[in-house]
């Protein structure tokens, strides 16, 4: 139904970003059992990717934001 004042309008806008972001966590959440289950390296190696990835992807948007992206 659509919005018919400001607010209402908002607070649509607001669900939706909300579950954008619910979406991406969970298809992450899907993708990392999933690399996990296929993977033929023990679970410890994987874990230890699965940070390395993280701290990578962490550095990464700090220097994107950061204007450093080089």
Known sequence: ???????????????????????????????????LRISPLPDQVDFFLVCLFVIWLISFLVRLINGKNT
Not at 11 to 22: D, H, K, P, Y
């Open 1 to 35: 139904m659509p919005a018919t004042t400001l607010t209402g309008m908002i607070q649509q806008v607001l669900g939706l970003i909300g579950r954008a972001f619910t979406d991406i966590g969970n298809l992450f959440g899907i993708l990392f059992i999933g690399f």
